[in-house]
T-cell receptor
């Protein structure tokens, strides 16, 4: 079945460092790909998405490119801030409304000043 | 704009007691609704989803049930809680057609003692 694999955390960075969180997927067909962020004690917020190969999703300085050839959707940010500290989840959907998102296990990011 | 509410925010219940968690969505009609559970150190697991009033699909056999008595209301229940039911419960919604993006509520932290 479909699955998502994220890099193990925690990821610890200093403020203004470059961030990469790796995400690869296994899926039949052409899934949509998502990054969600969860701040402590809160629900998940959609960070960005991409629906087809070579699409780049971006939001709040974060970017991820849908790479079909490598089945990857790595999250990047050029300069992290302390406020970016959170858990980041990569997820995929088979593109049909009303079906489940398949999530990775999440990567904890901790940014220090 | 659409908003999603969950209550209660936190709940501590003894083993064997009943459970009722509520989720409501505002600002949209005929949404798809979802219940996920997030256990400590693990990703999100889909428990139930609903594409309409009275229509419930269960993804995982368990001690829980779901109901959708109104278009924008989704309830998660149990007759007798188990220790293993502890976790963070998230409700989500998506539009009925044309998009698979899901939007999450703030969550309910359930501790079963």
């Amino acid at each position: 079945g479909d699955s998502v694999t994220q890099m193990e955390g925690p990821v610890t960075l200093s403020e203004e460092a470059f961030l990469t969180i790796n995400c690869t997927y296994t899926a039949t067909g052409y899934p949509s790909l998502f990054w969600y962020v969860q701040y402590p004690g809160e629900g998940l917020q959609l960070l960005l998405k991409a629906t087809k190969a070579d699409d780049k999703g971006s939001n709040k300085g974060f970017e991820a490119t849908y790479r079909k050839e490598t089945t990857s959707f790595h999250l990047e940010k050029g300069s992290v801030q302390v406020s970016d500290s959170a858990v980041y989840f990569c997820a995929l959907s088979d593109g049909q409304a009303g079906t489940a998102l398949i999530f990775g296990k999440g990567t904890t990011l901790s940014v220090s000043s | 704009s659409q908003t999603i509410h969950q209550w209660p925010a936190t709940l501590v219940q003894p083993v064997g007691s009943p459970l009722s968690l509520e989720c409501t969505v505002e600002g949209t009609s005929n949404p798809n609704l979802y219940w996920y559970r997030q256990a400590a150190g693990r990703g999100l697991q889909l428990l139930f989803y609903s594409v309409g009033i009275g229509q419930i699909s269960s993804e995982v056999p368990q001690n829980l049930s779901a109901s959708r008595p109104q278009d924008r209301q989704f309830i998660l229940s149990s007759k007798k809680l188990l220790l293993s039911d502890s976790g963070f419960y998230l409700c989500a919604w998506s539009l009925g057609q044309g998009t698979d993006t899901q939007y999450f509520g703030p969550g309910t932290r359930l501790t079963v003692l």
